[in-house]
Structure formats: structure tokens, C-alpha cells
């Protein structure tokens, strides 16, 4: 049984409209301003050991760029700009973030900076993991 039928419908004042209005944009500010505050600590974080800063930013880009227009233009056009930079953040920023995925291929990129060619592990971890998935099957 629908009681949605059943009631009357409900009319708002032009003053209900606007305080809804105001409100709104009271929050997402404040939001902006939460999310603005989260990414400013993890930056702060970043430098300490283990990957605490990471994910405060994360959390305060996702509060950002959903709440606002200006800072969401910006990230299309950095994204437009920097497309590869921007992926993993964009990965991050998802429903269902793969944030494993993500931290594996940041691993690898910065090993690929850093470490000279022979010393580089990871992706030869990677390849004998592989190899050895597709023995047991």
C-alpha cells in the first residue's frame, strides 16, 4: 500500500524554497571548507611514514569536487591536460576505488623512477607471481 496516494500534496512557500536554497549552499560550503581542511592534512601527513596522507586527500578532493562546480571545471581541465598524472586520483575518486590496483601501479612507477634498471624487483615479482597462477591452473 503506496500512503504517498493518500496524503495531500505538499506546497512550499516561496520562503520554504529559499531557506532550502540558502541552506544548501551553507553546507556545501562548509563541506568545500571540511574537504579543503582534509587535504591540507594530508599534505601535512604525507611526509611522515606510512600512507596516511594519501587517503586524506582522497577524502577531501572526493567532499571538494562534489560540492564544487569551480573546483570540478578545474579538475577537467587539469585532467584534460595531464590525463596521466590525473588516472590514478580519478581511480581513487570512484564508488568502488581500486585502490590496490592503484597503489601497485604507483609502486611500480616510482620504482621505475628511482631504481636503476637492475635493481628493480617488483616487476620481475609481478611476472614470476603471474607465471606461477597460471602453473596451478
Known amino acids: 500500500?503506496?500512503?504517498a496516494i493518500a496524503m495531500p500534496p505538499v506546497r512550499l512557500s516561496v520562503a520554504d524554497e529559499l531557506?532550502?536554497?540558502l541552506l544548501g549552499r551553507i553546507i556545501r560550503g562548509l563541506l568545500v571548507a571540511l574537504g579543503l581542511?582534509?587535504?591540507a592534512a594530508g599534505f601535512l601527513i604525507?611526509?611522515?611514514p606510512g600512507p596516511m596522507g594519501v587517503p586524506l586527500t582522497v577524502i577531501g578532493?572526493?567532499?571538494v569536487l562534489r560540492n564544487s562546480f569551480k573546483a570540478r571545471k578545474q579538475f577537467v581541465r587539469f585532467q584534460h591536460a595531464h590525463p596521466k598524472l590525473v588516472f590514478p586520483l580519478r581511480r581513487l575518486?570512484?564508488?568502488e576505488p581500486e585502490v590496490v590496483l592503484v597503489a601497485w601501479q604507483q609502486a611500480l612507477r616510482i620504482e621505475k623512477l628511482v631504481i636503476p634498471r637492475r635493481w628493480r624487483v617488483a616487476k620481475r615479482w609481478r611476472?614470476?607471481?603471474k607465471r606461477r597462477g597460471q602453473r596451478a591452473v
Open 93 to 95: 575518486l570512484r564508488r
Open 19 to 21: 531557506a532550502r536554497e
Open 1 to 3: 500500500m503506496n500512503l
Open 37 to 39: 581542511v582534509f587535504i
Open 127 to 129: 611476472k614470476a607471481l
Open 46 to 48: 604525507a611526509p611522515l
Open 61 to 63: 578532493l572526493m567532499l
